[in-house]
């Protein structure tokens, strides 16, 4: 079965880079979305960013565009989130899934079946 498993986390202050992994093992699919979330305390989960790794097509929320980015490597089984400028409200539990099917659309995360523990992400001055 597919797992996912994020990385990369830590604390830092305002402005500084981050780059989060999601390396995935198991079942390969032939197409499938990863998705990027986050939850902070007391807030909804909220979606991040997502990747269609057949397409190769991606897709931010409008609070993260232009500040972060995500990729693929050539074999698809490591998913990254490039997160710059980070700011104080970027402050989150991140986590990364897996949903197959074609999405186009940053959602909350319900359809994803497939879920990794998180990495927190704390920016603090």
């Known amino acids: 079965q597919l797992q996912l498993v994020e990385s990369g986390g830590g604390l830092v202050q305002p402005g500084v880079s981050l780059r989060l992994s999601c390396a995935t093992s198991?079942?390969?699919?032939?197409?499938?979305?990863i998705g990027w979330f986050r939850q902070a305390p007391g807030k909804e989960r909220e979606g991040v960013s997502i990747?269609?790794?057949?397409?190769?097509?991606?897709y931010y929320a409008d609070s993260v565009k232009g500040r972060f980015t995500i990729s693929t490597n050539s074999g698809k089984n490591t998913v990254w989130l490039q997160m710059n400028s980070l700011k104080p409200e970027d402050t989150a539990v991140y986590y990364c899934?897996?949903?197959?099917?074609?999405?186009?659309?940053?959602?909350?995360?319900?359809?994803?079946?497939?879920w990794g523990l998180g990495t927190q992400v704390t920016v603090s001055s």
């Open positions: 198991g079942l390969s699919a032939d197409y499938y979305v």
């Open positions: 990747i269609n790794t057949i397409e190769d097509s991606t």
């Open positions: 899934a897996a949903c197959y099917g074609d999405i186009a659309v940053i959602t909350p995360g319900d359809e994803y079946e497939t």
